[in-house]
């Protein structure tokens, strides 16, 4: 069944969205519109994900040796180059900021294991914000309603700059942190910690 109204539901996180949401998230419904979709099992057994055979693990594991290495001795974030085909001479840049997430792949990959992939847009939505603070979607609701992550308006949608939720969450790990070394200290002081 493909999702009835692929405009609002690109993000599917407006009022009007939810149970499509639901559904999007449980994987019960394909919709093509929707970009966590498009990346993962969709119900329909031949869209599954293959596990790795055993030569593709232990060629994962080789590259990924490899590439941490070459991470590890080019710090800076440079760009690697692929060669496609030697006799040809094709190659393609992977920009720098992508080769973790490659290795982490290859990593998998090596275990024998799949690896779904989820993009992160620059403006978010309710279940994405949701899965980012791990927390519930009345809590970013809450959020949301008191102003401390802001949010704009599209349509019937409210649309959540990642930049903004990265903040909030470095905010609250900070509050949290100083929480922590303030109970610390007050333990350290009525002789309760050594």
């Keep these: ?28 419904i394909d ?8 990346m993962t099992f969709t119900g329909d057994p031949d869209s599954a ?17 490899a590439l941490e290495s070459h991470l590890q001795n080019h710090p800076s ?6 060669i496609l085909n030697e006799k040809e001479g094709k190659t393609i840049d992977i920009p720098a900021a992508a080769l973790p997430l490659l290795l982490a792949i290859l990593q998998q990959t090596s275990s024998g294991n799949t690896v779904r992939l989820i993009p992160i847009t620059e403006e978010l939505d309710i279940w994405q914000v949701e899965a980012i603070l791990n927390v519930s979607r009345e ?16 349509s019937t949608c409210r649309r959540i700059r990642y930049e903004d ?11 949290s942190m100083k929480g922590m070394d303030e109970l610390v200290a007050e333990s350290e002081a009525l002789g309760l910690y050594d």
């Excluded at 069944?1 to 999007?24: H, Q, W």
């Excluded at 919709?31 to 498009?38: F, L, M, V």
């Design 1 to 28: 069944m493909l999702c009835p109204n692929p405009s609002i539901c690109y993000f599917a996180g407006c009022i009007k969205c939810d149970r499509v949401t639901e559904l999007l998230r449980s994987e019960l």
């Design 31 to 38: 919709c093509y519109s929707h970009p966590k979709i498009n």
């Design 49 to 65: 994900p293959a596990l790795p055979t055993a030569a593709e693990a232990a060629v994962a594991k080789t590259s990924s040796r």
């Design 77 to 82: 974030g440079e760009s690697l180059k692929l």
């Design 139 to 154: 809590y970013v609701w809450q959020l949301l309603d008191s102003g401390e992550i802001p949010y704009k308006m599209v």
């Design 165 to 175: 939720v990265m903040k909030y969450k470095k905010q609250s790990y900070e509050k």
